[in-house]
């Protein structure tokens, strides 16, 4: 055992209301690549802005491109060792809340119940009507747009967009509520597999340390806040979190 990993563990033995706040590298063990990380799809291509779907046919199509292309691996992924660990820390009683940036929905299948989850970016599992609001599948409204190209709409002749905040679309306030009183209510905050720059997500962990909480990183390569933590570990979260948690 690491000299850090020593450290973080001794935080965690003292730590009862747990906050865990994960990003894109705590699924990649599942196979779902980081698109925002190096050589990621939005590195390489221009991402659908949310004003322009909504007012463009074109942009829609654009959009629901993209989805058929990565909804795949969405579709066949499995929770890895680390989901598995964080859902193992609440069965111990010591999670106060899951808040994710991922839209993979891995920490629900790992067993993490939906009252101490917070999906801020929404779930990419499902579309949701811009009329009437109803959910469906994703896989029926793929189906829909594998079709015949055009873009999905609703039984009620809405428009379907995938569950997931897009880019320039602003967050849920009531998630965004939640999580930052998570971030008052714990007494210790893990942030993992995330670069901790996307704002305002970024800002939840650290709202935890402002508020004299320490601080864990758990990451492969540097983060945004780095600088804050209490004891930072570095690599692969399958590897580490079963290590940390147990």
Known sequence: MTPEMEKARALLRGASRILVFT?????????????????????????VNYKDFIASTRAKQEYWRYKARTYPAFACAKPNAAHLAVAGLERSGRLLAVVTQN??????????HTDRLVELHGSGLYAECLDCLDWVSMDRA?????????????????????????????????????????????????????????????SVPLAAKAAGKPYIIVNRGPT???????????????????????
């Open 103 to 112: 839209i993979d929905s891995l920490h629900r299948s790992a067993g993490t």
């Open 23 to 47: 990003g894109a590298g705590i699924s990649t063990g599942s196979g779902i690549p980081d698109f925002r990380g190096p050589g990621g799809i939005w590195t390489t291509s221009e991402p």
């Open 224 to 246: 945004a806040q780095d600088g804050a933590a209490d004891a930072r570990l570095e690599g692969d979260a399958c590897l580490l979190l079963p290590e940390l948690f147990s």
């Open 142 to 202: 793929l189906d829909k747009f594998n079709a015949d190209g055009a873009p999905p709409q609703c039984a009620c002749g809405g428009w379907l967009k995938p569950a997931v905040v897009m880019f320039g679309e602003p967050l849920d306030q009531e998630n965004l509520v939640k999580a930052f009183r998570a971030a008052e209510g714990c007494d210790l905050a893990v942030a993992v597999g995330s670069s901790l720059s996307v704002e305002p997500a970024a």
